[in-house]
């Protein structure tokens, strides 16, 4: 394998895993957000949809070849089609007339859990990419 393309697919990692931190942490600050922007309800959890992604040379991919090599990135953002829990608070501006406000479907604890496996998931991707760039460095200090 090339090392360029060990790069690529690290830098495709961490891509995917900062994008996972910036869901996690808007999906984190809208948890009581009873009105969505278009005033259709609460706010839905948005999640990534992660898929392997081929990185394939312009001759290799005319010739047909493939080598294998595989990164990852976000092929779109869709929003948890689950409902949140209705709690009664006939006082919130919110709630219907029966006195129920549906709440986001966001659950705290999960997106910390999506927080620091994304962070792990950065951190490893971030190790990698540091040592294909030090192999690299060594690479290129014996040619010297």
Do not use: C
């Amino acid at each position: 394998m090339d090392f360029m393309k060990s790069l690529t697919v690290s830098a495709s990692g961490m891509s995917v895993q900062r994008t996972r931190v910036g869901l996690a942490a808007s999906n984190l600050a809208n948890v009581q957000t009873t009105r969505a922007e278009d005033g259709s309800g609460p706010y839905r959890r948005l999640d990534a949809v992660v898929t392997p992604a081929a990185f394939d040379d312009a001759l290799g991919s005319a010739m047909g070849i493939d080598d294998g090599v595989r990164g990852a990135e976000v092929m779109k953002v869709v929003a948890d089609p689950t409902e949140g829990k209705l709690v009664h608070n006939p006082t919130h501006p919110d709630a219907d007339q029966n006195g129920f406000v549906r709440l986001p479907n966001v659950n705290p604890v999960q997106e910390m859990v999506n927080l620091m496996t994304a962070q792990r998931g950065y951190d490893a991707n971030a190790t990698a990419f540091e040592t294909a760039k030090t192999m690299i460095q060594r690479g290129l200090d014996i040619v010297r």
